[in-house]
T-cell receptor, first 109, second 113 residues
Framework: LAKTTQPISMDSYEGQEVNITCSHN???????ITWYQQFPSQGPRFIIQ???TKVTNEVASLFIPADRKSSTLSLPRVSLSDTAVYYC??????????FGTGTRLKVLA | ETGVTQTPRHLVMGMTNKKSLKCEQH?????MYWYKQSAKKPLELMFV???????ENNSVPSRFSPECPNSSHLFLHLHTLQPEDSALYLC????????????FGPGTRLTVL
């Protein structure tokens, strides 16, 4: 199972773009990369998922280099409501989802 | 978001009590999960059910007993718990047990006295 490493915390200001990088050096060929967002006392919420290159949806972009040993979640123009913990997961189709400690993002006014 | 509901939202119980947590998903999914989230710790996967069959028991103590009567409902029966079992218990569902995104409920905040 691929282990992930993320920064423990990050601070940003409203309106800025935030990039959170996750390292997963021993990612397997079948593994996908998924990011979740969690607010206090709530369950995590799916943000985005990708396998390689770049994926974009209405809330975020996910950049994955060719070697797939890392990935970067990009949140454009963050607001105060984006303050949350962000988790990077690497898993294949074996339902062994392992959440790491996540990155605590604090958005300042 | 009401796709996955959990009851109760808060529960306080003594170590000798027996209680049950309930999860219901209205998304037509086939897989359901129980997670435990202790303070300042990562989410820990406890159990996985796929089409009502348990496919994963992540070395969970027997004082936690899951039950999945159908694909829409999942229970976690609790008995003789310990104070260290106090945590947020989260239920999730997904279309199947592959890489599909999981939808989480709001959780049950459990306190064991």
């Amino acid at each position: 199972l691929a282990k992930t490493t993320q920064p423990i915390s990050m601070d940003s200001y409203e309106g800025q773009e935030v990039n959170i990088t996750c390292s997963h050096n021993n990612i397997a060929t079948n593994d996908y990369i998924t990011w979740y967002q969690q607010f206090p006392s709530q369950g995590p919420r799916f943000i985005i998922q990708g396998y390689k290159t770049k994926v974009t949806n209405e809330v975020a972009s996910l950049f994955i280099p060719a070697d797939r040993k890392s990935s970067t979640l990009s949140l454009p123009r963050v607001s105060l409501s984006d303050t949350a913990v962000y988790y990077c997961l690497v898993s294949s189709g074996t339902y062994k989802y392992i959440f790491g400690t996540g990155t605590r993002l604090k958005v300042l006014a | 978001e009401t796709g996955v509901t959990q009851t109760p939202r808060h529960l306080v119980m003594g170590m000798t009590n027996k209680k049950s947590l309930k999860c219901e998903q209205h998304l037509g999914h086939n897989a359901m999960y129980w997670y435990k989230q202790s303070a300042k710790k990562p989410l820990e996967l406890m159990f996985v059910y796929n089409f009502k069959e348990q496919t994963e028991n992540n070395s969970v103590p027997s004082r936690f007993s899951p039950e999945c009567p159908n694909s829409s409902h999942l229970f976690l029966h609790l008995h003789t718990l310990q104070p260290e079992d106090s945590a947020l218990y989260l239920c999730a569902s997904s279309q199947d047990v592959s890489i599909n995104e999981q939808f989480f409920g709001p959780g049950t905040r459990l306190t064991v006295l």
